[in-house]
T-cell receptor
Framework: ETGVTQTPRHLVMGMTNKKSLKCEQHLGHNAMYWYKQSAKKPLELMFVYNFKEQTENNSVPSRFSPECPNSSHLFLHLHTLQPEDSALYLC??????????????FGPGTRLLVL | EDQVTQSPEALRLQEGESSSLNCSYTVSGLRGLFWYRQDPGKGPEFLFTLYSAGEEKEKERLKATLTKKESFLHITAPKPEDSATYLCAVQGISNFGNEKLTFGTGTRLTIIP
């Protein structure tokens, strides 16, 4: 397995459900990110982790709860979501924090539908 | 606040018909400009990073160029497999916290056989 992987690839959930998205990077990177991609809108940064520590929370609602147990794994716990949260959720990683033009590498994403 | 505008929003070309995609940006200081390719239902795939005006990079039929206000992604003799959405992102210099990537909305390119 190489690069950045995400599971599940597709997820349908009700507004009262609790689910988790998983991301794993096999690149030896130290920084990991969650992005949201909605139709016709630019990618929106949600969270940034560096060496397991959260360094950025881009005013994300508390119904999204990230967890980073180590530099290779990142989770996004979801609870009581709204239909407008339906989107493609992308995980990315980079060697270090986004300074000095660090390239971010993306996973395939999880397509989330909230009913 | 950093801003990125990509044009056109969509572009249809015949196979072999060369063209260019535009990415106009506004940053207080540029750390880097990134080009990604995204296929439907997949994550963005990294293509190029450009760091300073005048820089150029090439990969197969793609060539990216950079000025102080915009970047172009030139596609020479495209093939149907070049069909995708091409995303541009900038990273501006910041004295406060992380230097985030600001993305454009992309150009959806379709190459017709």
């Amino acid at each position: 397995e190489t690069g950045v992987t995400q599971t599940p690839r597709h997820l349908v959930m009700g507004m009262t459900n609790k689910k988790s998205l998983k991301c794993e990077q096999h690149l030896g990177h130290n920084a990991m990110y969650w992005y949201k991609q909605s139709a016709k809108k630019p990618l929106e940064l949600m969270f940034v982790y560096n060496f397991k520590e959260q360094t950025e929370n881009n005013s994300v609602p508390s119904r999204f709860s990230p967890e980073c147990p180590n530099s290779s794994h990142l989770f996004l716990h979801l609870h009581t979501l709204q239909p407008e949260d339906s989107a493609l959720y992308l995980c990315a990683s980079s060697q270090g924090l986004p300074r000095g033009g660090e390239t971010q590498y993306f996973g395939p994403g999880t397509r989330l539908l909230v009913l | 606040e950093d801003q990125v505008t990509q044009s056109p929003e969509a572009l249809r070309l015949q196979e072999g018909e060369s063209s260019s995609l535009n990415c106009s940006y506004t940053v207080s200081g540029l750390r880097g400009l990134f080009w990604y390719r995204q296929d439907p239902g997949k994550g963005p795939e990294f293509l190029f990073t450009l760091y300073s005006a005048g820089e150029e990079k090439e990969k197969e039929r793609l060539k990216a160029t950079l000025t102080k206000k915009e970047s172009f992604l030139h596609i020479t003799a495209p093939k149907p497999e070049d069909s995708a959405t091409y995303l541009c992102a900038v990273q501006g210099i910041s004295n406060f916290g992380n230097e985030k990537l600001t993305f454009g909305t992309g150009t959806r390119l379709t190459i017709i056989p």
